[in-house]
C-alpha cells in the first residue's frame, strides 16, 4: 500500500514522531509500499483513492491556537475529491468535527463518504472483542 500522510507544516503541534514514521517507511518498503510526508493537502488528495481525515492534533492548546490557520485548505470537501482518484472514498473514524475536518455535504455524500459503512464494521470488530473476552459466552 502507498500512503500519504498529510498534515500542516507546523512545528510542535502536528509533528508526527519520527521514530514512528521510521519504523512506518521501513515496514511499507518491506512490503512493497511507500509511506510519504506531505504538508499540502492538494498534493496529498491528488490521485488519492482513500482520503481517510483525522485531526492530527498532537498538541491541543496549540492546535486550538493553529488549527484555525489550516481551516479552510484542510476541511476535507467535495473540491478535494476533485483531485483525488476515479471512484475515491473518504473515510474518517468517527466522530468527526463537521465543519473544521469535513464539510456536513461531503460526510452526508453516500456516493463518496463511506463512514457509516466503516463504524458498522468496527462494532462487529469490537462485538467479537468483547466475545473473545468473555470466553465466548454471548
Known sequence: MNITLAYPDEPGVYDVDPAYVEFAKKAAAENGGTLNIEHDIWKASKDADVIYAKS???????HAEKGKNYKKDWCISHDHFKVAGKGAVYMH???????????????????ISIVNDEAENR????????????GNRM
Not at 492530527?56 to 496549540?62: H, L, S, T
Not at 462494532?123 to 468473555?134: E, N, P, S
Open 56 to 62: 492530527w492534533a498532537r498538541n491541543p492548546d496549540k
Open 93 to 111: 473514524c468517527l466522530p468527526a468535527k463537521r465543519k473544521f475536518e469535513v464539510t456536513d455535504e461531503l460526510i452526508d455524500d453516500t456516493n
Open 123 to 134: 462494532l462487529h470488530v469490537q462485538k467479537a472483542i468483547m466475545a473473545l473476552t468473555m
